[in-house]
């Protein structure tokens, strides 16, 4: 049964990717968010166990992309396809400055930034 899951998972998630990328590109966070929280509040309710191998799956696709792995594109992925992500806030965590790897993106309390303090932090 916990391999018919993953793939089940994996299958979502795959066909959540194009989506979720096109739209990171093309779209500002506001709209974005909007539509893909519509889609993943359809979802199946999860528990936590069945989260967290979802939350490795979305890693393991998001790495797949040309650039590697993006933190937005994760919390973006896990909103679209999950009804627990998509009802909760997203953060961006912005440093002054700019440039490669000067904000960061997550799902969940203010809190959960690992330690690294922002010059702005934003809810969404």
């Given at each position: 049964?916990q391999?018919?899951?993953l793939?089940?998972?994996?299958?979502?998630?795959l066909?959540?990717?194009?989506?979720?990328?096109l739209?990171?590109?093309r779209?500002?966070p506001?709209?974005?968010l909007r539509?893909?929280?519509?889609?993943?509040q359809r979802g199946?309710?999860?528990?936590d166990q069945?989260r967290?191998?979802?939350a490795k799956?979305?890693?393991?696709?998001d790495?797949?992309f040309?650039?590697?792995g993006?933190c937005y594109r994760r919390?973006?992925?896990?909103i679209?396809?999950?009804?627990?992500?998509a009802a909760?806030?997203?953060?961006?965590?912005?440093?002054t400055?700019?440039?490669?790897?000067s904000g960061h993106?997550?799902?969940?309390p203010?809190s959960d930034t690992?330690?690294?303090?922002?010059d702005?932090?934003?809810?969404l």
């Open positions: 049964m391999l018919v899951a793939f089940r998972d994996l299958a979502i998630v066909k959540a990717a194009p989506l979720v990328e739209g990171r590109l779209h500002g506001g709209p974005l539509s893909l929280r519509t889609r993943g199946r309710l999860r528990s069945e967290a191998r979802l799956i979305i890693r393991i696709v790495a797949c040309p650039g590697g993006n919390a973006l992925l896990e679209s396809v999950d009804p627990t992500a909760t806030p997203l953060r961006l965590g912005l440093r400055g700019g440039g490669p790897r993106a997550w799902l969940g203010a690992g330690g690294v303090r922002y702005a932090e934003f809810s």
